[in-house]
Every structure is written in C-alpha cells, then in structure tokens.
C-alpha cells in the first residue's frame, strides 16, 4: 500500500572551506539531515564516506580549499558529492603495496568503495566532483525504512480518517501535516479503546515507549 505521506527528500548543499578541524562539523551536519530524511540506517556510512572525502581534499589539493558538500537521492541511493577547483588531482585506490607513497594516498578511498554502491570521479576544465551512492533500502525516493512496524502502522493508516486524501492533490508540507494529525488522532482514538476496555492508558503508553525504545536500541529493527 501506498505510504499516506513520503519524506520529502531534497537536494541540499553547503559551501564550507576544507579544514581539518571542520571535518568532525560538517558529519554532525550529515547525521541531523539523514535523520530528518528518516535515513538512519545510512548515517554512519554516510559520515565515513563524507569525512573521507573531505580528508583527501585537505590532505591532496590543500587546507584552506573552498570546497562545497551536495547530497541528494538518485532513485533510491543516497548521493554524496563533494566539489573541489582542483582538477588535475583525482582521487584513485591504492594499490595495497607496503610503504608505497601512492598506496598510502589511495587508502581513504579505500574505505568508500567499501561501503558505497559506486563511486567516481567528474572532472571538469577549472574544478571536479567527487562522488559516491549508498544504498538505503528504500523503495522509492520518497519511501520510508523501519521495516515491518512501518509498514503495518502506513497500512493502517491509509485506511483512517484524513489519510485517504488524494496525495497528489496535497501539497508536501499539508500532507505532512495531515498524516502527523492522522497519527495523533489514531492513537487518541486507540488509548479511548484501552480506557473503555477497563485498562490503564498510561500504562499502555508507558508499555509502548519501553517497546519502542528497546527496538531502537537494539541491532536492528525486529521482524514482527
């Protein structure tokens, strides 16, 4: 079933200068934006792949660069570019020799074509991209991740109240609005169920809570 309301998801980007001390900033920044974009599972490859681009700016065209950092979705992976003037150095993998110079340049890159899906490099006459995509198991771009909890509550709610209204003809920011309403109104209505069943609301709440704190707090989200 289709979700009542996606995540928007769009392309942001921030012009910063490359400095070592900037590095720890600019993955806090990543870690707030991933997390707006429900994106948590993605955040700490995310950071690796942001740091390590950024370190090879600093450590291969200078401290001191105007460097800018761009994320956005292509499809369903998460894009992280960072652009630099300097055209002329390109970042490569290392060969793995023990000592050698060019090895030990190659390695940061290294660590992104671990985790990331792809990567690359986009030069240009006076300045280049330097890129990677990491998978979010979305199913579109405007999805959600959570799993089975997710997807249960979307089914229940897309048969519940304001939640059937047309997304198309709501704009983002109200229909946003209208399923965090919907959200509200669903749980309203359950803990009236809890009360008129002879049990304690706010010990339903307080169970609830628990449960989901404990889910989050945990290796990964449980199947059921």
């Known amino acids: 079933m289709e979700c009542i309301a996606g995540v928007l998801r769009k392309p942001w980007s921030l012009p910063f200068v490359a400095e ?4 720890a900033a600019i993955r806090r920044l990543m870690r707030i934006h991933l997390g707006l974009w429900g994106l948590h599972e993605v955040i700490e490859p995310a950071q690796l792949c942001v740091s390590e681009l950024v370190s090879n700016v600093i450590n291969h065209v ?6 800018t950092l761009a994320v956005s979705m292509n499809g369903t992976r998460l894009r992280i570019e960072v652009r630099d003037p300097d055209a002329r150095t390109l970042p490569t993998l290392s060969n793995g020799a023990c000592g050698d110079s060019e090895a030990e340049t190659g390695r940061g890159m290294e660590l992104v074509d671990a985790v990331a899906v792809r990567w690359g490099v986009q030069p240009h006459a006076d300045w280049k991209v330097t890129w ?7 199913t579109s771009d405007s999805g959600h991740t959570g799993g089975l909890p ?8 897309g048969l519940y109240g304001p939640a059937q209204l047309p997304r198309a003809a ?8 209208i399923a965090e309403e919907t959200v509200s109104a669903l749980i309203a209505d359950l803990l009236h169920w809890v009360r ?5 609301a706010d010990d339903v709440l307080d169970r609830a809570q628990s449960r989901f704190e404990a889910e989050m707090s945990g290796p990964g989200m449980p199947p059921s």
């Open 132 to 138: 990677c995509e990491l998978a979010t198991g979305l």
């Open 196 to 200: 008129a069943h002879g049990r304690d």
């Open 62 to 67: 200078g401290v001191g660069t105007p460097t």
């Open 150 to 157: 997710v997807s249960r509550a979307e089914a229940i709610l």
């Open 170 to 177: 709501v704009p983002g920011a109200l229909a946003r609005a």
């Open 20 to 23: 070592p001390q900037g590095v």
